[in-house]
């Protein structure tokens, strides 16, 4: 079927290289982010969170980064591996429980 | 294992009909969600229920509907007035106002007018 990542910013990144994936937020009050990583053909999958009180939250291979001063939030992945490929959301809330999602960006890894 | 479970997973519609998605949680959740996706153009929400027997329009709910008779169910009809109703489904469900506000997704519908 016709691919998620179509027409999406695209990010080419040779396998074993790091990837950085980045985000511009507009509401001023949110206060809680996450990044989704979705595969084709395959619903949206929590990666990632951080609330506005950090700037920096590590996981397994993966930091997100937040400044708040300029509504920024960036996905790092260190080594990317072919299973990384995919279609990367952004997501925020004030805590009305509703997110809103960013457009996507379209990672590509080289073998 | 707890999850949110849609069904079917591939849809074919014939001009002028109604179908109906499901959308199943077993994660008791308060609050369901539906979104459309297309091609380029991110996630877009259709409906979405905070509690059962209530739920609300969201920013696409034209030619859709919705009912939330329990807790773990939230299915979508896409009726005949939905001009354009090709697209990739997603249904989500979360907690209500907890310290973990993220979403919990299905594995999608892709609907085809044919």
């Known amino acids: 079927g016709e691919s998620v990542g179509l027409h999406l910013p695209t990010l080419s990144v040779q396998e074993g290289d790091n990837s950085i994936i980045n985000c511009a937020y507009s509401?001023?009050?949110?206060?809680?982010f996450i990044w989704y990583k979705q595969e084709s053909g395959k619903g949206p999958q929590f990666i990632i969170d951080?609330?506005?009180?950090?700037d920096k939250r590590q996981g397994q291979r993966v930091t997100v980064l937040l400044n708040k001063t300029v509504k920024h939030l960036s996905l790092q992945i260190a080594a990317t591996q072919p299973g990384d490929s995919a279609v990367y959301f952004c997501?925020?809330?004030?805590?009305?429980?509703?997110?809103?999602f960013g457009k996507g960006n379209q990672v590509v890894v080289i073998p | 294992d707890g999850g949110i479970t849609q069904s079917p997973k591939y849809l074919f519609r014939k001009e002028g009909q109604n179908v109906t998605l499901s959308c199943e949680q077993n994660?008791?959740?308060?609050?369901m969600y539906w979104y459309r996706q297309d091609p380029g153009q991110g996630l877009r929400l259709i409906y979405y229920?905070?509690?059962?027997?209530?739920?609300q329009k969201g920013d696409i709910a034209e030619g859709y509907s919705v009912s939330r008779e329990k807790k773990e169910s939230f299915p979508l009809t896409v009726t005949s007035a939905q001009k354009n109703p090709t697209a990739f489904y997603l249904c989500?469900?979360?907690?209500?106002?907890?310290?973990?506000?993220?979403?919990?997704f299905g594995s999608g519908t892709r609907l085809t007018v044919v």
């Open positions: 509401n001023s009050a949110s206060d809680y």
């Open positions: 229920s905070q509690i059962v027997n209530d739920f």
């Open positions: 997501a925020e809330t004030d805590g009305n429980n509703r997110l809103a």
């Open positions: 989500a469900s979360s907690r209500r106002r907890t310290e973990n506000y993220g979403y919990t």
């Open positions: 994660l008791n959740h308060d609050a």
């Open positions: 951080i609330r506005s009180n950090m």
